[in-house]
């Protein structure tokens, strides 16, 4: 069975009665949504719990899920929806969590000089793609932290494909500037963190 099939499946299941049928969706998507909510949150704390309420929000919300929809576009529109009206109160906690568990953090690593580098280039792409306008940024977070094809964050922000792929392309531009000279060159396909 594809994913889309998969997936509607798992909805009836869930709308006849079958309340574990939606852990197989959780099971398949929490990742992507998790990555999707830390692009924006920054913290994987803050990440988690928000996950975990998108998922909450699905849940209650599956009635609203029409058979033949693509459920990865439903939900990150849920996602992207209740990141936007939460955000101010993640961005307040995240930097409480950040302050007090900066000393947490120090634990010795295995390679400090590794780490350390990899931090800097995670914090500046965080930063780029969160001074991307936000009609650049949000394609960038659904296509890249959720992983989420073309089509489907084109139905998630109900765009055409065309001009999601437009929008990808100038925050790529824009991020290659951001970034120039702040990482490493190589021959990287797309956005790495």
């Known amino acids: 069975m594809k ?15 079958d309340r574990e049928a939606f ?8 990742q992507r949504i998790v990555a999707f909510c830390g692009a924006r949150l920054r913290s994987d704390d803050d990440a988690r719990d928000a996950a975990q309420e998108v998922f909450v929000r699905a849940y209650r919300s599956l009635n609203t899920f029409r058979s033949g929809e693509s459920f990865p576009s439903w939900l990150f529109a849920i996602a992207a929806n209740h990141l936007r009206t ?3 109160v993640f961005v307040s906690d995240r930097h409480k969590i950040e302050a007090a568990g900066s000393e947490a953090a120090a634990a010795a690593p295995a390679d400090p000089a590794e780490e350390a580098a990899d931090a800097i280039r995670a914090q500046a792409l965080r930063r780029a793609v969160a001074a991307l306008p936000r009609d650049q940024r949000l394609p960038v977070e659904l296509y890249y932290f959720g992983e ?3 089509a489907d964050t084109a139905r998630a922000l109900s765009l055409s494909e065309e ?7 100038r925050a790529r531009k824009a991020l290659r500037i951001a970034l120039e000279g702040k990482q490493p060159r190589g021959g990287s396909r797309g956005i790495k963190v």
Not at 3 to 17: F, M, Q
């Open 163 to 169: 001009a999601v792929k437009t929008r990808l392309f």
């Open 86 to 88: 939460r955000f101010r």
């Open 148 to 150: 989420l094809s073309v």
């Open 23 to 30: 852990r197989a969706l959780v099971d398949r998507y929490e």
């Open 3 to 17: 994913g889309d099939a998969v997936d509607s499946d798992a909805v009836a299941r869930v709308l006849s009665g």
